[in-house]
Every structure is written in C-alpha cells, then in structure tokens.
C-alpha cells in the first residue's frame, strides 16, 4: 500500500465495542499521483507508528531487538504438514513445540512430543513469543516462555516466533524474557502495530531500552 499512499497519521480508536473483540484504528493518508514506492520510507507508520518517547530510536545508542537477536517465525505449517506425533526414537523425528504444547512464561526443560520434520530447526536456548498478539487491553502485550539448551534442536510451529540472542546464553534469554513483558515493550508495540499478528520487519525494530539496560540485555 506504500506505493499507493503517504501517510500522515495513524489514529488508534480501540476495541469496536464490549461485544465485538476487533481493534480499530483509522488511517489518514494522501493518495500519490503515480504508483511508485518511496524509497525515504515515508509512509512506513502504516506498519510501525509514532514509536513512544520512552523508547526513541532517534537515538543511535539504542540498540533495537534486531540488533541483539535473531528473529525466526516458525516453520511448521500444521494444515500443509501432517503434525503427527512420533516416537523420539523414530528416524528424522526432532522435538517439536507449538502454541499447545508450550506453557507461557516458563522455562522448560524437555519437549515430550516430536515430529517427522526435514526442515529448518531452531537450536536452544532461545525465547519464544506466541505470533497472535492483540493490541494491549490492560496486561503485557507479549507472552515469552524460554526454551532451555537440554531440549536440543527443535521443530518450531508458524504460530511462535523465535528469539534468540545472539551470544546463545541461557542468562540473556531470562532477561530477555523479563524486558519483553515491561509497560515499555507493551506501549511501543501498542504504537507500532495493530494487527493481531506480530510481524518479524516490527519485532526487529523494537528498541531494548528500559528496566533491562541501555541495550535491554544487561
């Protein structure tokens, strides 16, 4: 839509009404005369809004999620991709976490169900973050839980999105984990997306400032 429109303003409204559970926000914008992207990013408020002032990134000495992280959705399609669980000792099966099987805001240690799986794995330690996540109406927008390094090298569902810090230790996940759930992290995302799925191009621009540190992994 970029290529289509500038725009000036993104207007957050909120819930429709106590009956209907969708988030409304209303979009200003000037429609551009020919269909040519901008390149200056003008217009990218359409996806990430006016980030807090808790949380400039004007500043080049904060360091964003991207920055300290690598970000992967997972890959585990489960309507293309048969999900059936297997023995562990069955030939090319890898442990396999999805939104059912993964309890928020723990640390665990073992996975017990696992997939026939020749796709992309994730290696522990690492957080996870559920994908589904709707504008905050009162508590944490994000819902981490920690995969520790004894569960090895998983299959991950589309519907989790893995962070993992970039210097693999258990420790920054933990804290990683504790800074996601700050009034900080809910606020700016609140501003930045409105959709009830998180984008990776968002989660990478998030800044790590706040009770965690000046780098948000202290």
Known sequence: MNKL????????????????????????????????????????SMIVGDIPS??????????????????????V????????FVDKRTPNAVPYITTSNLPIGQSIRDVSESIEWSGRTHK??????????????GGARLAPSIVRATCGTLAVENHLIVVRPNDGLLKTCEQLAEYL???????????????????????????????AGSAGLD
């Not at 522990?124 to 109406?137: E, G, K, N």
Request: glycine share 6%; charged share 25%; hydrophobic share 35%.
């Open 181 to 211: 759930v700050t009034s900080d992290v809910t606020e700016w995302l609140d501003q930045a997306i409105r959709t009830r799925h998180l984008t990776k191009r968002v989660l990478m621009q998030l800044p790590m400032r706040g009770s």
């Open 77 to 84: 399609v489960p309507h293309r991709h048969d999900p059936s």
């Open 54 to 75: 808790t949380s400039n990134t004007a500043d080049s000495t904060v360091q964003v999620l991207g920055q300290v992280a690598t970000i992967s959705i997972g890959d």
């Open 124 to 137: 522990a330690p690492f957080v996870v973050l559920r994908r589904t996540s709707a504008p905050s109406r």
């Open 5 to 44: 429109l500038d725009v000036n303003k993104v207007e957050v409204v909120g819930l429709f009404d106590r009956w209907t559970d969708v988030d409304v926000f209303i979009l200003h914008g000037t429609v551009r005369a020919d269909e040519k992207s901008d390149e200056s990013g003008r217009g990218s």
